[in-house]
């Protein structure tokens, strides 16, 4: 079976611009919202919402799971400086136990759009659900591999969140945050055991782990 001939990186960001394009040509701007940190143990959920120029379409700009540290690394500030206007939302994890990951998640995603300098006339959204805010919207599933805006924003938070949580890692370095970023590694969790938590951890997810639940 033969496979198929692979794209150019021109092919590819065009490709990935597909969804966009078709509000670019009625004249209206798009922004692309994403969210990192639902699935940890400890830390925040983090928010991004990012508005480009029309037709800016930057090279290596791909779904931030599919790309290496140094990688997103280097596309932040390429992302910050091109962007019309980009918005930030955290939620922390006392409001996540209160609230639970879903709503907290949406909250992030509010604040973020809040943030924004200057709106879009279209925002597209990653994930099933829309969000309570006054924009035209679509949600895109799997979006930030097939909407190079939300994309562009996937990378925002997700260097975001990962340099927050190095940062924590030099205050509680019991549990490796610089490594696992929160995430429930077999080491995390062992630690999590041995010493129990501490004040990042998500008291609504752990309760398997310490028997608090």
């Not at 930057?58 to 290496?68: A, C, G, T, Y």
């Not at 980009?86 to 990951?101: A, H, S």
């Not at 949600?139 to 340099?163: L, M, N």
Request: net charge neutral; proline share 5%.
């Amino acid at each position: 079976m033969e496979s198929k001939p692979k794209l150019s990186e021109e092919e590819r960001l065009f490709a990935l611009s597909s969804l966009e394009r078709e509000y670019w040509q009625a004249g209206k701007s798009v922004a692309g919202a994403d969210e990192v940190g639902r699935g940890p143990l400890a830390g925040p959920v983090v928010a991004a919402v990012v508005l480009l120029p029309t037709e800016c379409l930057i090279e290596r700009v791909n779904d931030s799971k599919k790309l290496s540290p140094a990688r997103r690394e280097m596309l932040y500030p390429i992302i910050i400086e091109k962007a019309l206007s980009y918005g930030l939302g955290w939620v922390w994890p006392e409001q996540i136990d209160t609230l639970n990951i879903r709503r907290a998640t949406f909250l992030a995603f509010r604040q973020a759009y809040a943030a924004l300098q200057t709106k879009p006339d279209v925002l597209f959204v990653d994930g099933r659900d829309k969000l309570d805010v006054a924009a035209m919207q679509e949600a895109v599933i799997h979006g930030d591999a097939r909407c190079h805006c939300i994309a562009a924003a996937s990378i925002i938070a997700k260097v975001e969140r990962d340099r927050y949580m190095e940062a924590q890692d030099a205050l509680y370095p019991a549990y490796g945050f610089a490594q696992n970023k929160g995430y429930g590694t077999a080491a995390h969790i062992a630690s999590l055991r041995e010493i129990g938590p501490c004040p990042l951890h998500r008291r609504s997810f752990i309760g398997h782990f310490t028997g608090e639940g």
